[in-house]
C-alpha cells in the first residue's frame, strides 16, 4: 500500500495553532528567525513574512526549492503524525531539533487510542485513512514521554494539547515562564509545582482560544486545577485576560456558533425535522449555553438559516462566496471530494437533496442552481484518468415537490463533456495541480477561446484542427 503522505497539507485561512501559539507567547517576533520544516502550502511563511519576520520553510512535496536551514526557531507542525516508518519519525525529530538553534516546536495530533473508524485501517502503529494518508494519534502525556526520550537532553514544555517547546538555551525559556506565569503566579498556593501549574493554565487557555469561551468540565479535565487556583472559573477568566487574544476568542465563538447551527441543521434534516439537546455532543451542550442561553434559541436561530434557502437570491449569494467549485451564470459545480470546503448553506442544500436522491444512484459532482429550486447529481465514471470525461447520467431532485428527472447519456453518440477539471475541486485536492497544468496548456493551444465546445464531437473536432497532442 502506497502511503500519500502530501495529501495531509491543508489550505489555511490563518496561522497555524503552533505558530499563533510562539506569536501569543511573545516568542516569535521580528527578533527571531523561523524555519517551517514540513511547511505544507507555506501559508505560515507568507502571513509571517508580511508581519516583517524572517520566516522559512522546507516540504519535500510543495516546497522543495529551498534546503532546511539553521534557525532560531524551528517548527515540526503535525509532521510526526503522518510518518508510517517509526525510525524514520525519529530521525525526521532528530534532524529538526539540530537545526533549531535555541526552540523546537513540535505538535501532533491527539486522540485517545480509539479503534480504527469505518473508513480506516490499522497500520503500523497508527491507521490509513481512505485517502491512503497514515495518521499517528497520540495521548497528551505519551507525546511527552516520546520527546523526552527522543532528546533526553532537552527541556520540554508542554506548551498546550498536542503541542511542545523543546528548549536548547536559556533565550526564550525564561521569557516563556515569565509570560506565562505573569503577575498573578503570586497568588497560586505554594503547595502547587509551577511546573504543573504552567502547563495546566497554558493547556487550558489554548483551549479557551480554541473554543472561544472557557472550557467546559467535560473539554478540560483539570477544571478542578484551575478552580483551585483562581478561586472560580470567573476569577480565571478575569486573571487571564491579558493572555487572551480577544481577536481570536471572538473569531473562534463566531465560528463554533456558526458550526453549532449548522450540526443542527443537519440533526434536523436527518430526523424529519425534528431535534433535541440530546441529539447534540457535550461539547455542543456547552457552545449552546454559553453562545445562545438555551436549545430553544439555537434551534430558532436554525430554523432561521434554513428559511434563507427559500430564496434564490440567498442562494446565490451563498455560491458566489465558494471558494470552491465552478461558477456559472446559473450554476455552481463541484465535486464530491470537495463539496466539504463549499459554504455550509451549499453543503446543508446538497444534504436536503440527497435524502431525496434514491441510494442506488452514482454521482460525483453536483449541481447547485441560482435560478431554481433543485439540486443535480452527476456521473463522469472517468472522470480522474480522462482529460475530458464524459457525462453518463444525471438526476435532477426539485426540492419544493420532491420531483426527480432523470437522463441517461451512456448510449448517446455525442455526449456532454468536462474542461477545466481544476475548478471542480479544492486547491488542496491531489489532483489539481495535474489538471490545472492541462488547461494551461490547452489554453495555450487556443481550445479553450471561447465558445468552448460542450460536447464530444465538437471538442475532437476542434482538438484535431488543432493538432494538439
Same mark, same amino acid.
Given at each position: 500500500?502506497?502511503?500519500?503522505?502530501?495529501? /495531509?497539507?491543508?489550505?489555511?485561512?490563518?496561522?497555524?495553532?503552533?505558530?499563533?501559539?510562539?506569536?501569543?507567547?511573545?516568542?516569535?517576533?521580528?527578533?527571531?528567525?523561523?524555519? %517551517?520544516?514540513?511547511?505544507? =502550502?507555506?501559508?505560515?511563511?507568507?502571513?509571517?513574512?508580511?508581519?516583517?519576520?524572517? +520566516?522559512?520553510?522546507? %516540504?519535500?512535496?510543495?516546497?522543495? +526549492?529551498?534546503?532546511?536551514?539553521?534557525? %532560531?526557531?524551528?517548527?515540526?507542525? =503535525?509532521?510526526?503524525?503522518?510518518?508510517?516508518?517509526?525510525?524514520?519519525? @525519529?530521525? /525526521?525529530?532528530?534532524?529538526?531539533?539540530?537545526?533549531?538553534?535555541?526552540?523546537?516546536?513540535?505538535?501532533?495530533?491527539?486522540?485517545?487510542?480509539?479503534?480504527?473508524?469505518?473508513?480506516?485501517?490499522?497500520?503500523?502503529?497508527?491507521?490509513?485513512?481512505?485517502?491512503? /494518508?497514515?495518521? @499517528?494519534?497520540?495521548?497528551?502525556? !505519551?507525546?511527552?514521554? $516520546?520527546?523526552?526520550?527522543?532528546?533526553?537532553?532537552?527541556?520540554?514544555?508542554?506548551?498546550?494539547?498536542?503541542?511542545?517547546?523543546?528548549?536548547? /538555551?536559556?533565550?526564550?525559556?525564561?521569557? $516563556? *515562564?515569565?509570560?506565562?506565569?505573569?503577575? =498573578?503566579?503570586?497568588?497560586?498556593?505554594?503547595?502547587?509545582?509551577?511546573?504543573?501549574?504552567?502547563?495546566?493554565?497554558? +493547556?487550558?487557555?489554548?483551549? $479557551?482560544?480554541?473554543?472561544?469561551?472557557?472550557?467546559?468540565?467535560?473539554?478540560?479535565?483539570?477544571?478542578?486545577?484551575?478552580?483551585?487556583?483562581?478561586?472560580?472559573?470567573?476569577?480565571?477568566?478575569?486573571?487571564?485576560?491579558? !493572555?487572551? #487574544?480577544?481577536?481570536?476568542?471572538?473569531?473562534?465563538?463566531?465560528?463554533?456558533?456558526?458550526?453549532?447551527?449548522? +450540526?443542527?441543521?443537519?440533526?434536523?434534516?436527518?430526523?424529519?425535522?425534528?431535534?433535541?439537546?440530546?441529539?447534540?455532543?457535550?461539547?455542543?451542550?456547552?457552545?449552546?449555553?454559553?453562545?445562545?442561553?438555551?436549545?430553544?434559541?439555537?434551534?430558532?436561530?436554525?430554523?432561521? !438559516?434554513?428559511?434563507? *434557502?427559500?430564496?434564490?437570491?440567498?442562494?446565490?449569494? $451563498?455560491?458566489?462566496?465558494?471558494?470552491?467549485?465552478?461558477?456559472?451564470?446559473?450554476?455552481?459545480?463541484?465535486?464530491?471530494?470537495?463539496?466539504?470546503?463549499?459554504?455550509?448553506?451549499?453543503?446543508?442544500?446538497?444534504?436536503?437533496?440527497?435524502?431525496?436522491?434514491?441510494?442506488?444512484? %452514482?454521482?460525483?459532482?453536483?449541481?447547485?442552481?441560482?435560478?431554481?429550486? #433543485?439540486?443535480?447529481?452527476?456521473?463522469?465514471?472517468?472522470?480522474?484518468?480522462?482529460? #475530458?470525461?464524459?457525462?453518463? #447520467?444525471?438526476?435532477?431532485?426539485?426540492?419544493?415537490?420532491?420531483?426527480?428527472?432523470?437522463?441517461?447519456?451512456?448510449?448517446?453518440?455525442?455526449?456532454?463533456?468536462?474542461?477545466?477539471?481544476?475548478?471542480?475541486?479544492?486547491?488542496?485536492?491531489?489532483?489539481?495541480?495535474?489538471?490545472?497544468?492541462?488547461?494551461?496548456?490547452?489554453?495555450?493551444?487556443?481550445?479553450?477561446?471561447?465558445?468552448?465546445?460542450?460536447?464530444?464531437?465538437?471538442?475532437?473536432?476542434?482538438?484535431?484542427?488543432?493538432?494538439?497532442?
Amino acid at each position: 500500500m502506497q502511503i500519500h503522505r502530501h495529501r /495531509t497539507a491543508i489550505v489555511r485561512r490563518r496561522f497555524s495553532k503552533p505558530v499563533q501559539l510562539l506569536l501569543d507567547d511573545g516568542i516569535l517576533n521580528k527578533e527571531a528567525s523561523f524555519f %517551517d520544516y514540513g511547511c505544507g =502550502y507555506s501559508e505560515d511563511i507568507s502571513f509571517l513574512k508580511k508581519a516583517g519576520i524572517s +520566516a522559512h520553510g522546507f %516540504d519535500p512535496h510543495f516546497a522543495n +526549492a529551498e534546503k532546511p536551514i539553521e534557525s %532560531d526557531i524551528v517548527n515540526l507542525g =503535525y509532521i510526526l503524525n503522518v510518518i508510517e516508518n517509526q525510525e524514520e519519525r @525519529r530521525q /525526521t525529530l532528530l534532524h529538526a531539533h539540530a537545526l533549531a538553534k535555541h526552540l523546537l516546536v513540535v505538535s501532533v495530533m491527539i486522540r485517545d487510542n480509539s479503534p480504527a473508524g469505518e473508513n480506516e485501517k490499522e497500520c503500523c502503529d497508527g491507521i490509513v485513512t481512505s485517502w491512503n /494518508t497514515f495518521q @499517528r494519534y497520540f495521548k497528551q502525556a !505519551e507525546f511527552r514521554e $516520546y520527546l523526552e526520550s527522543s532528546l533526553p537532553e532537552s527541556s520540554v514544555q508542554m506548551a498546550s494539547l498536542g503541542i511542545a517547546y523543546i528548549f536548547k /538555551t536559556d533565550r526564550f525559556k525564561q521569557q $516563556y *515562564l515569565s509570560g506565562r506565569l505573569g503577575s =498573578y503566579a503570586q497568588t497560586i498556593s505554594a503547595e502547587l509545582k509551577e511546573q504543573e501549574y504552567r502547563e495546566k493554565i497554558s +493547556a487550558w487557555l489554548s483551549l $479557551y482560544h480554541e473554543l472561544g469561551r472557557p472550557p467546559s468540565k467535560i473539554e478540560f479535565p483539570e477544571t478542578s486545577f484551575i478552580l483551585r487556583a483562581f478561586g472560580s472559573l470567573e476569577k480565571a477568566v478575569q486573571a487571564t485576560r491579558a !493572555e487572551l #487574544h480577544a481577536e481570536t476568542v471572538q473569531a473562534s465563538a463566531e465560528r463554533r456558533k456558526k458550526n453549532l447551527v449548522v +450540526a443542527l441543521a443537519r440533526v434536523l434534516i436527518r430526523n424529519a425535522g425534528k431535534a433535541k439537546m440530546s441529539d447534540l455532543s457535550a461539547e455542543q451542550h456547552a457552545d449552546v449555553k454559553l453562545f445562545f442561553g438555551n436549545f430553544s434559541a439555537v434551534h430558532a436561530a436554525t430554523m432561521q !438559516e434554513l428559511q434563507k *434557502l427559500s430564496s434564490l437570491e440567498n442562494v446565490s449569494s $451563498y455560491i458566489n462566496q465558494s471558494q470552491v467549485g465552478k461558477i456559472l451564470p446559473d450554476d455552481i459545480y463541484i465535486h464530491r471530494d470537495s463539496i466539504l470546503f463549499a459554504p455550509d448553506m451549499l453543503q446543508i442544500l446538497t444534504e436536503l437533496a440527497l435524502i431525496v436522491l434514491p441510494s442506488d444512484i %452514482d454521482w460525483n459532482i453536483v449541481k447547485i442552481a441560482r435560478n431554481g429550486h #433543485h439540486v443535480s447529481f452527476l456521473y463522469y465514471p472517468d472522470f480522474e484518468a480522462d482529460p #475530458h470525461p464524459a457525462l453518463w #447520467h444525471s438526476m435532477k431532485v426539485m426540492l419544493t415537490n420532491q420531483k426527480l428527472t432523470w437522463r441517461d447519456y451512456r448510449s448517446s453518440e455525442n455526449p456532454p463533456i468536462l474542461h477545466r477539471k481544476e475548478t471542480f475541486l479544492h486547491s488542496a485536492h491531489p489532483l489539481f495541480e495535474q489538471f490545472s497544468a492541462l488547461t494551461q496548456e490547452e489554453e495555450e493551444a487556443g481550445l479553450l477561446t471561447p465558445p468552448v465546445p460542450g460536447n464530444r464531437d465538437q471538442w475532437e473536432a476542434r482538438v484535431s484542427e488543432s493538432k494538439f497532442n
